[in-house]
């Protein structure tokens, strides 16, 4: 069964980089059936999709925040990371790593879903 | 950016009791709908991915419907496990978004 685990500094200084890493176990990044995310929270407010990566090292973001963000994977040690550059109290938050899979939909294109999620791990930015 | 609005936000109901939760789109996302169950400090557990189908492993009592803008999560006889918040989720178009989410408890 796979399993996902977040790790990284649970504080960060306003204007410093935020650097997580999720450790995929049970599976293999590089199985190039699925894709992985990161997803954050914020205290009291809804869930944001940060952006997602393909074993290959193609990503995707979420543009509010691309210019910030770089998403990384390392296949020799089945893990993926997140760099979040020139943080503020706005990026604390509950950080998620994430999964995805995906399965045809009926005519075309294809459902994609986050089936697996690590518990997630809280970041706070504060000097 | 699709935004996705769910009703209620909270919701209190007896075991057995038949739950549903709507989600809204701001546009047509056909069918790229997926439901989430979220439990406090716990991995968010997929429910329900396409608007429709049942994720392997998850009891039969959940189910989803709709397409194009409007769908909803039901929970056709609430235990007590189920006490959690949901949340959906668009996959039609990035960046992917969520519902604020609606929070279960049982009476």
């Known amino acids: 069964q796979v399993q996902l685990q977040e790790s990284g500094p649970g504080l960060v200084k306003p204007s410093e980089t935020l650097s997580l890493t999720c450790t995929v176990s049970?599976?293999?990044?590089?199985?190039?059936?699925?894709?992985w995310s990161w997803i954050r929270q914020p205290p009291g407010k809804g869930l944001e999709w940060i952006g997602y990566?393909?074993?290959?090292?193609?990503?995707n973001y979420n543009p509010s925040l691309k210019s910030r963000v770089t998403i990384s994977v390392d296949t020799s040690k089945d893990q993926f990371s997140l760099k979040l550059r020139s943080v503020t109290a706005a990026d604390t938050a509950v950080f998620y790593c994430?999964?995805?899979?995906?399965?045809?939909?009926?005519?075309?294109?294809?459902?994609?879903?986050?089936?697996?999620w690590g518990k997630g791990i809280t970041v706070t930015v504060s000097s | 950016d699709i935004q996705m609005t769910q009703s209620p936000s909270s919701l209190s109901a007896s075991v057995g009791d038949r739950v549903t939760i709507t989600c809204r789109a701001s546009?047509?996302?056909?069918?790229?709908l997926n439901w989430y169950q979220e439990k406090p400090g716990k991995a968010p557990n997929l429910l329900i991915y396409?608007?429709?189908s049942l994720q392997s492993g998850v009891p039969s009592r959940f189910s989803g419907s709709g397409s194009g803008t409007d769908f909803t999560l039901t929970i056709s006889s609430l235990k007590p496990e189920d006490s959690a918040s949901y949340f959906c989720?668009?996959?039609?178009?990035?960046?992917?978004?969520f519902g604020q989410g609606t929070k279960v408890e049982i009476k």
């Open positions: 990566i393909y074993y290959s090292g193609s990503t």
């Open positions: 989720q668009q996959s039609y178009s990035t960046p992917w978004t």
């Open positions: 994430a999964r995805i899979a995906w399965a045809a939909a009926a005519g075309s294109g294809y459902y994609y879903y986050m089936d697996v």
């Open positions: 546009q047509s996302i056909s069918s790229y």
């Open positions: 396409g608007a429709s």
């Open positions: 049970g599976g293999s990044v590089s199985s190039g059936s699925h894709y």
